[in-house]
């Protein structure tokens, strides 16, 4: 690679990406680490929310960091604005980007409130998708339980909908699934967009041979779209086998518990600890990983195609990657039950590791794609 050291960038987050342990933040964290190994000069500029103070760990590799509150309550809510986008917006964080000619990163639809205003016309500015928000937000409404909730994610939808046509004034998209990137192809038709896959934590594969005797399906169960997958896995994956089923992840609704104690085979492990889910992860037989929203890169997946055995998906939650070519798929519970059964008797080799490894390396690898970006900023 040419000499990149007197390149600078700015990087415009919607949070504090520190610690690095949520989807979105995992792209940034990891982007920034990369671009700091590849000598650019990256200038942060993140939101940060009233229990989120700035990070020290960010100096190591940014050229220099800045904060700015996220104005949230009911001013934010009531503009026409999506709630994401008007309280994110800050006239110090413009007046900051406008003093040089470095180009600007906007991480996510969250943060291009300003990307309009005239004090940045001159300016490079690239837009990282990490998922078509109005589509994402629709299938929150759908999923929501909570009657309260659901006018917010509708509401927001449709402001999202309408936002999403300041994108024109992008110079570049930078977008993390090959379906997002025709979507937005077919929709800005004048702009540069380009697929980017997201950055993560992961240098190399780390998966153990053999086999074991219990599946996982992990992720945020807070969220409606995880809790829902984890739920149509116990009632119509699961709940017919016995087969030892573990459900890993943050935060699960009281509901989900009850359900799983009906079945003596599944169990739920809130709140695991880093470690302890990397080794859920690792020690695995198989991976089932189902999502009724084909939108973005799921991270999860991502890591676990580094780091666990067997990962059988249904096809929404491998749309749009590479990944469809080296995990089994199940159309419909059926089929999921049917592939599972096949797989927790067979061992992980090592020809399905060096199958993984030369396309995650091809596609994946953290050093690919920063160098990728770079030519797509650069030239």
Partial sequence: MKNTSEK?????????????????????????????????KVHLHAFTYKDHTPSEQLAAYCESTHYYPRRT????????????????????LVERLAQDDH???????????????????????IYRESNIEHQYYLNLFKAEK????????????????????????????????????????RHFPEQKVHHLPSFHPNEKLNILPGKSDFALYHGNLAVAENYLAAEYLIEKVFAGTDIPFVIAGLNPPGELKQLARQYTNITIEANPYDERMFQLIREAQVHVL???????????????LYNGRHI??????????????????????GELSGKLTTLMAEPFDEQATEERKKLLEKYYANETNVNELIKKVWG
């Fill in 146 to 185: 909570n009657v309260l909730k659901k006018p917010y994610f509708l509401i927001e939808s449709l402001k999202l909908r309408l936002f999403q046509r300041k994108l024109k004034h992008a110079d570049l998209m930078l977008v993390v699934s090959q379906t997002d990137t025709d979507y937005l192809q």
């Fill in 8 to 40: 600078h960038l700015h990087i415009v987050a919607f949070a504090v990406p520190y610690p690095p342990n949520y989807g979105g933040v995992i792209d940034v964290f990891y982007k920034i680490k990369a671009l700091h190994r590849a000598g650019i």
């Fill in 73 to 92: 309550g009911w001013k934010a809510n009531c503009a026409l604005k999506p709630y994401i986008v008007q309280s994110r917006i800050s006239q110090e």
């Fill in 312 to 333: 059988l998906v249904n096809p929404p939650m491998v749309k749009g990657t590479l990944a469809k070519d080296i995990c089994e798929q199940g159309q419909n519970a």
């Fill in 290 to 304: 189902v999502t009724f929203q084909a939108t973005g890169l799921k991270l999860k997946l991502l890591n676990t």
């Fill in 103 to 125: 180009p600007v990163l906007f991480e996510g639809l969250h943060t291009c409130g300003s990307i309009d205003y005239p004090q940045l016309r001159r300016k490079t500015k």
